[in-house]
């Protein structure tokens, strides 16, 4: 049962999350409280860990969350799965794509989808975030990183090593007390 469950749900993930990798966070924020094959702070783990690697976040995500789950089986599943209803839909959408490409209602529902992804992807940083940031080692990293996302507009692999080296050298001094 295990296996259909994860089928299904990467699948609806790979059909439903429009926008790219980081869409498929409030999916897999659901996942996590639906089944328990995770946790939120698995979560986060598996985010940064998915951003660093190569490919993309999302492929990445349904990866590790399925080797997470139940091994090297479930994460060839769930990723075959998140990325099938993209083979499928890109297949139509090219034999499709001329003959719409100028078309009202598509440019419309597509411009309408924009916003809606920024949101689930906002809601689901906030609660990422406060999962996160729960102690004052979490604000010191995280508050200087935010000012400099929002004067300089770096890289995310800047941001990604900062984190990471500051993490580490907060977790050796306050460890070595």
Request: charged share 10%; with cysteine.
């Amino acid at each position: 049962m295990i296996y259909f469950n994860l089928f299904k749900e990467f699948f609806k993930i790979g059909l439903l999350s429009f926008g790219g990798g980081y869409a498929t966070l409030p999916f897999l924020y659901h996942i996590a409280e639906k089944y328990h094959w995770y946790s939120i702070n698995e979560l986060t783990q598996m985010l940064a860990i998915a951003s660093i690697t190569p490919g993309p976040v999302g492929i990445n995500m349904a990866t590790y969350a399925g080797m997470k789950t139940n091994g090297i089986f479930t994460a060839i599943l769930s990723t075959f799965a998140i990325i099938l209803p993209s083979l499928f839909l890109v297949i139509m959408i090219s034999k499709l794509l001329r003959k719409f490409s100028d078309n009202f209602y598509v440019k419309s529902a597509i411009y309408g989808l924009k916003p809606a992804s920024c949101a689930l992807i906002a809601a689901v940083a906030i609660k990422l975030i406060k999962s996160s940031v729960n102690n004052i080692y979490g604000l010191v990293i995280f508050i200087p990183l935010l000012i400099i996302f929002i004067t300089k507009k770096k890289s995310p692999i800047f941001y990604l090593i900062v984190s990471g080296l500051a993490g580490l050298l907060l977790n050796i001094v306050f460890k070595a007390q």
